[in-house]
């Protein structure tokens, strides 16, 4: 299946791109899909990553299914 | 009424809280941040926010909704800015509109404390030889139910 998934500032930066789509097996969990970005985006190691799937937030353990939106980015800080 | 909202406009402060006050109440504390030209002795000459646009509204959904179920409060409403800002201008305004301050006070001080740990907005700061995305300094949320 095909995940998209969505960077936002220092992990935008540190990927080069603000979104990209990964093929895993069904009902992978987050983790799969984040090891499989980190890989191809190496400068995004060293960020302590948060994730959500479709836009709640999410542990590593969390499963994912086909047109689910992934989010990886650091911790906010807004305000 | 209760809001959370995201805008690249300048924000106005008196009509935010101006939103928020039912004629029941008797008091609105309202924050006005802003940004700082000096983080750490270092000076920033602007700053940049971006957020997760449909993802930061439901957050500060969330927080209006457990705000006004923790304290007692009538009215909640919140603007954060996006894009590029200036030294000095409001990039985050929270009204709390309440019978009493206390409540009010308590709620907002609660509010912006949990925007900044939850809500997925990201700070750019620009310095004169570079500029950094700012890490957020407080543990995120813990994820319920996995």
């Known amino acids: ?79 | 009424m209760d809001f959370g909202e995201l805008t690249t406009d300048p924000i106005d402060i008196t009509s935010v809280a101006r939103r928020v006050v039912p004629p029941e109440c008797g008091a609105t504390v309202t924050l006005d941040g802003y940004v700082r030209k000096f983080t750490s002795g270092r000076e920033t000459l602007h700053l940049f926010y971006e957020a997760y646009e449909p993802m930061a509204l439901k957050e500060m959904q969330k927080l209006i909704e457990q705000a006004k179920n923790d304290f007692e409060i009538s009215n909640v409403g919140i603007v954060h800015r996006l894009g590029k800002l200036e030294i000095g201008e409001t990039s985050v305004v929270i009204s709390v509109a309440a019978p009493h301050r206390k409540a009010a006070f308590a709620a907002c001080e609660w509010l912006i404390r949990e925007l900044k740990r939850t809500v997925p907005i990201w700070k750019k700061e620009v310095y004169a030889d570079g500029e950094v995305w700012v890490d957020g300094e407080s543990e995120p949320p813990a994820v319920a139910g996995g």
């Open chain 1, 1 to 79: 299946m095909s995940v998209r998934v969505l960077f936002f500032g220092a992990t935008a930066a540190a990927a080069g791109k603000r979104e990209t789509y990964v093929e895993v097996a069904d009902s992978s969990k987050v983790a799969v899909v984040t090891d499989l970005v980190i890989k191809h985006h190496p400068n995004l190691e060293g960020h302590k990553l948060l994730f959500s799937v479709n836009q709640e937030y999410a542990e590593q353990d969390a499963s994912i299914s086909d047109g689910d939106e992934l989010a990886i980015f650091t911790a906010v800080s807004g305000g």
